[in-house]
């Protein structure tokens, strides 16, 4: 993409520039589901070798995620996620619940999650951290700072 | 992108279909900021007035904005976000917040959003509906249905 000719300067493009691939996100799917091996990144997304390589080496040096050793099988090499990869989690959980909303259609959403907290079926909402309401498009005021 | 060969049906990935493009993501940012004007989105974006135009049908078809008159002046015509187009937000908080948190380097974050309910900066986290508790990668476990 052209760099923006008069744009706002602003953290979503920042994060769309590490993660502005989908391939990236079901990869990252994928990795919260613990699968941390690379057949079976290839095996779960039908994704081609040189495309996975290609991301997850972007990933590591984004340091998202980390390649590491397998502690039982020293030849194998086992991709996990940093601090910095957990934390983009609730941009999973947002892209989840909006398709779940607005694309499952009569047969429901396709996948359930269980928030362990409180062993409910999770249903992830946005809150502010200091009062702790849900947050919407129409409760937010911008400041450029 | 190939369809998944043996894909998990899920829906990351039915909403990324749909979202499955950084310009995408930066009209929506635009139209949050109250941005409705083909013109406007011209001049905030740089964006080429051929991508602008297949990208704003796409989500107009995808009943995620919509199109009508100006109601001062109807030649112009405005777009604004429906119903499914706001709930989109909570996907746009999330990619801010991991910006703010990891590539905003020393100077901070570039914008900040005022949370109108409580009047503080808003600091977006994402919580269980039921339990009210903030939700981790780590507190949640998958459940086919």
Chains 1, 2 share one sequence.
Not at 54 to 66: C, F, P, S, T
């Amino acid at each position: 993409m052209e760099p923006l000719a008069k744009g706002r300067v602003c953290s979503v493009e920042r994060t769309l520039d590490i993660l502005g691939d989908r391939w990236i996100f079901l990869i990252l799917r994928e990795a919260y589901f613990k699968v941390g091996y690379y057949d079976q990144f290839i095996a779960n997304l039908g994704i081609a070798t040189n495309i996975l390589s290609n991301r997850l080496k972007a990933l590591v040096d984004n340091g998202i995620m980390a390649r590491e050793k397998d502690p039982h099988d020293a030849r194998r090499i086992r991709y996990s996620l940093t601090q910095k990869g957990l934390d983009l989690y609730p941009i999973i959980l947002a892209l989840m619940k909006w398709g779940d909303r607005w694309l499952s259609g009569s047969e429901g959403p396709p996948l359930t999650l269980i928030h362990k907290g409180c062993g409910q079926k999770l249903s992830p909402i946005t809150c502010c951290a200091y009062c702790k309401a849900e947050v919407t498009a129409r409760d937010v005021e911008p400041r450029h700072n």
